[in-house]
């Protein structure tokens, strides 16, 4: 070869590789930009000029690459970049087409650990890949770095190999840790929804330690934060409406849904308060309408009745009111009525007969059969409805209150004549009740000692072991309370032979 040919012979050395360490001795971590998506996206540019000029530019300046023969003299391209000396094998030149395939492959190794550096910076500064994955990752840097040496051997095909498993194991390692992060969620918003505050927090912080920064996940987080003051609410809520206390139930449970409005059952439980207050509302209306007609004011209950018709157009209530209210109009049926109600009388349907009297008098409130009657049957009809009421309702006898009542009402209606055989029927079997009722039964009571125990309208008992006593039978309301613990609450029928009743407060607040 001449010596111009000599001069213009061009020896390719190769790049060092853009994540080889310094220290061959030690395993280093993938170096990472720190100065943020700026500085990031600045390197990768850079990484990829490099790559295009080896490909499409650095060709076009390889004029020569000679073969040499076994001439100690001339130099040529070798693997290492460095020129041929006289020991140099002439199998070690690189010919044109393989220096081609090189920079291909440089330039392809270059590409692959840019997405290596962006998955690297992904996992550990958006995702803390160290909290859950740290083993994963240690292996995904291994690859890389594995890569690197082939990288600073010239060696890039096997350097494209390794970042392409570094790249496969990040990428896999990005896919488990969304998929931990959406079960995470999955599971809080389940626990939130089961009103299980505390595994609802423990799964939003596990969310959080893979994507810190989520929307969805911080407001769970929230959520979960909260629930126990909400659920608060929500059980003062129920405890207004078993007091009969329903604007007060209302109130609290829209207090519980302004904290948070996704609570499960608080729309629910707004909405049954919402009914409850309508349907008290339409009692109320229904009963002042009737009140009305009862007291003769038949233009009242006739708007009373209507009122009720217009927000329950088929309201039976309300429609029988009103077609009561016309009969009592008409003049034409005192005659109807006088016999209906000679009828109802001598058949003991008292309610009916009442009724028949009422209409007459709304016709004609001078009328002295219906003056009579009505007093009579309502007298009567007042004191089956009284007896029958205790009679359906015998433990109610334990209060002194109706006990005394009670008999005061059997007083009375022994004193009644011609009331007919249903009426005597019923005196007799209250009479019968009377009795029983007052001879006293025992009711033991155990308890742990350590509860206050009331018997309500009884007497406050307090703390002990056993307690035992004699009482009317009947319904009894006992209370147990005890610092710290929830209280109990029972209602008991107590009868001859009932065996003994446990009052314990155990669950703690």
Not at 147 to 159: H, I, K, P, S, V
Not at 243 to 268: I, K, Y
Not at 319 to 338: F, N, P, S
Request: net charge negative; aromatic share 4%.
């Amino acid at each position: 070869m001449t010596e111009s040919g000599n001069r213009d012979r061009v020896v390719i050395t190769p790049a060092s590789a853009p994540l080889s360490t310094q220290d061959a001795t030690r395993r280093a971590r993938i170096a990472i930009p720190k100065r943020g998506t700026i500085v990031l996206a600045s390197v990768i540019v850079a990484l990829l000029a490099v790559a295009t000029w080896t490909v499409f530019v650095l060709p076009d300046h390889v004029d020569e690459v000679e073969t040499v023969a076994g001439d100690a003299s001339s130099t040529g391209d070798l693997p290492s970049g460095q020129p041929l000396d006289a020991d140099t094998s002439p199998a070690a030149v690189i010919p044109p087409f393989r220096q081609g395939e090189l920079a291909r492959a440089e330039a392809a190794a270059r590409a692959t650990i840019a997405r290596v550096v962006e998955l690297q910076r992904l996992l550990e500064q958006e995702m803390n890949v160290e909290t859950w994955g740290s083993n994963a990752y240690s292996v995904a840097l291994d690859q890389a770095i594995e890569g690197d040496r082939l990288f600073e051997e010239a060696r890039y095909e096997g350097a494209q190999a390794g970042y392409e498993a570094a790249a496969e194991s990040l990428l896999a390692l990005r896919d488990e840790g969304l998929a931990r992060f959406e079960d995470a969620v999955a599971r809080g918003t389940a626990a939130l929804d089961a009103l299980a505050s505390e595994e609802a927090a423990a799964a939003f912080a596990e969310a959080l330690t893979i994507q810190p920064n989520d929307a969805g996940a911080l407001a769970g987080a929230d959520r979960a934060a909260l629930q126990p003051q909400v659920l608060d609410l929500v059980r003062a809520g129920e405890r207004a409406r078993l007091r009969g206390d329903l604007v007060r139930a209302g109130e609290l449970f829209r207090q519980a849904r302004a904290q948070d409005p996704l609570t499960a059952g608080v729309d629910a439980k707004i909405a049954e308060v919402r009914a409850a207050l309508a349907d008290n509302a339409y009692r109320e209306a229904l009963s002042a309408a009737f009140a009305e007609l009862e007291r003769g004011e038949f233009d009242n209950a006739e708007a009373a009745f209507n009122r009720v018709l217009a927000s329950r157009p088929d309201d039976a209530g309300a429609l029988a009111g009103l077609q009561q209210t016309a009969q009592q109009r008409t003049l034409a049926r005192i005659d109807t009525l006088r016999a209906q109600a000679v009828a109802e009388e001598a058949a003991e349907d008292w309610q009916a007969a009442l009724a028949t009297f009422d209409a007459a008098l709304e016709i004609d409130g001078s009328l002295q059969f219906a003056r009579d009657g009505r007093a009579r049957v309502r007298e009567r009809a007042a004191m089956i409805r009284e007896m029958d009421a205790i009679l359906d309702d015998p433990a109610a006898l334990s209060e002194d209150a109706a006990f005394d009542a009670a008999n005061a009402l059997l007083a009375g209606a022994r004193g009644r004549t011609g009331t007919g055989a249903v009426f005597e029927a019923r005196v007799d079997a209250l009479a019968e009740l009377l009795s029983r009722a007052a001879r006293p039964v025992e009711l033991v009571l155990l308890s742990d000692n350590a509860t206050d125990v009331v018997i309500q309208k009884v007497a406050a008992l307090g703390s002990f072991k056993r307690h035992a006593l004699h009482l009317r039978p009947g319904r009894y309301v006992i209370v147990g309370s005890r610092d710290g613990c929830r209280d109990v609450r029972m209602e008991i029928l107590l009868e001859s032979g009932s065996p003994p009743v446990t009052v314990r407060c155990e669950e703690r607040i």
